[in-house]
């Protein structure tokens, strides 16, 4: 009887039944466990996996999706660049460092200690928001690429961004095509989307005029440019980042 019923659900009602038994929370850690780039890079650029790189990343990754996304509940969707080395590129939590993840999420890494520039903005806001439990209960923050990217300049590694060089984006599409759809399978709203930064939501914008996965997409200054260089004024883009979540679709 069980196989029986199976044999008649489409794969459609499969992937919601499939949603049904897992939480939210068990879905991204099996993501961010599995994920993967082995494909080609241009020459000097290189990709950083904290999850296989540092094994306590894994851990408290977990810890962050079990305490703040442990239901079903559908959410919206905001999209980074790439993980920075000093955010998730530690903390495996996007916009996330150290810092905050132990004295705003209660979180302790041993293994590391950073402080992340974009970190301070997005808790700043997260907080004139109403706190850490009601944000991560409606929103999901990733990337189009969701490992860190690093690029060698005068025998340094540096952050790197998918976009800064033509080669590395079109080398990357396509991995970046498939990860947008696998963040949307674990269960996000893509009627609108939230995309931080001017340049990222151009490139944002070329993929989706193909592959239309968002209806509406709203762009929002990167938390690194208004705490790097607007900082004065801060508040106005707290206001804006929450005028334009209360508009949302």
Not at 1 to 18: A, G, P, R, T, V
Request: hydrophobic residues 40%.
């Amino acid at each position: 009887m069980i196989i029986f019923f199976y044999n008649l659900l489409s794969k459609d009602n499969l992937k919601k039944l499939q949603l049904v038994r897992t939480t939210f929370a068990d879905r991204v850690i099996a993501f961010n466990k599995n994920l993967n780039y082995s494909g080609k890079l241009p020459e000097g650029f290189d990709i950083l996996n904290p999850f296989s790189d540092n094994p306590e990343t894994a851990i408290v990754m977990q810890q962050f999706y079990k305490m703040y996304y442990n239901d079903n509940k559908k959410r919206k969707f905001i999209i980074g660049i790439n993980p920075s080395r000093h955010g998730a590129g530690v903390t495996g939590v996007p916009f996330t460092d150290t810092k905050r993840l132990e004295s705003v999420c209660k979180i302790k890494m041993q293994s590391a200690h950073t402080h992340e520039v974009s970190s301070v903005f997005m808790y700043d806001m997260i907080q004139s928001y109403g706190g850490v439990k009601l944000f991560y209960s409606d929103f999901y923050i990733n990337s189009p690429f969701p490992l860190a990217i690093v690029r060698r300049k005068n025998n340094t590694w540096l952050n790197a961004n998918y976009y800064d060089d033509a080669t590395l984006f079109l080398t990357l599409k396509d991995y970046m095509i498939e990860t947008l759809k696998n963040h949307i399978s674990l269960g996000l709203i893509t009627s609108e989307v939230f995309i931080l930064g001017k340049k990222n939501a151009l490139f944002i914008s070329e993929i989706n005029k193909v592959t239309k996965l968002f209806k509406k997409m709203t762009v929002l200054d990167h938390p690194r440019f208004i705490q790097q260089y607007r900082s004065k004024e801060k508040l106005i883009y707290i206001n804006k980042y929450l005028s334009a979540f209360r508009n949302a679709e």
